[in-house]
């Protein structure tokens, strides 16, 4: 019989240093002054039997 894998996704929107160049290289999100800060967007797939993180993008 074989295994089952069951798998979670997470989605989530990081704060990261606000430079110039991360603003550029990752995009830009406003904050609540209206002020543009930088923002990186994560994702992460999981094996919820194993507790092992499979991919993790930024």
Do not use: C
């Not at 606000?18 to 609540?32: H, K, L, P, V």
């Amino acid at each position: 019989m074989g295994g089952h894998v069951v798998l979670a996704v997470d989605g989530s929107r990081a704060e990261i240093p606000n430079s110039a160049e991360n603003r550029q290289t990752y995009g830009e999100n406003e904050n609540q002054y209206g002020k543009a800060v930088a923002r990186a967007n994560v994702s992460v797939v999981y094996d919820l039997y194993n507790r092992f993180m499979l991919d993790i993008g930024i």
